[in-house]
């Protein structure tokens, strides 16, 4: 069982920065895959951003690649994801998932354990 507690969302203006972080309990998070997704209002919950248990390797959906970045710090049991040249379409509920096996996935199914989400909020 894994418990994932998102934080680091608020209102930042358009071209702005912000930072998420999801700190993950249980003693095998590393043995995970995460991944980072965002739903917007009236809208389906879309991919965002994955990496692997080890984390070499991270994938990413079109509409971030460049600007979003992914990392893990297995010892702190913890996903980021660095968000920067923000737009107001990147405003949505985000949220971070756990999968296993280790191998990173783009599909809401393929993931095991979800938190509750963090809002991001971007203004033009």
């Known amino acids: 069982q894994v418990q994932l507690v998102e934080s680091g969302g608020g209102l930042v203006q358009a071209g702005g920065s912000l930072g998420l972080s999801c700190a993950a309990s249980?003693?095998?998070?590393?043995?995970?895959?995460m991944g980072w997704f965002r739903q917007a209002p009236g809208k389906e919950r879309d991919f965002v951003a994955a990496i692997s248990w080890s984390g070499a390797n991270t994938y990413y959906a079109d509409s971030v690649k460049g600007r979003f970045t992914i990392s893990r710090d297995n010892a702190e049991n913890t996903v980021y994801l660095q968000m920067n040249s923000l737009k107001p379409e990147d405003t949505a509920v985000y949220y971070c998932?756990?999968?296993?096996?280790?191998?990173?996935?783009?599909?809401?199914?393929?993931?095991?354990?979800w938190g509750q989400g963090t809002q991001v909020t971007v203004s033009s």
């Open positions: 249980g003693r095998t998070f590393s043995s995970y895959a």
């Open positions: 998932a756990a999968r296993s096996p280790g191998l990173a996935a783009t599909m809401t199914g393929r993931y095991d354990y």
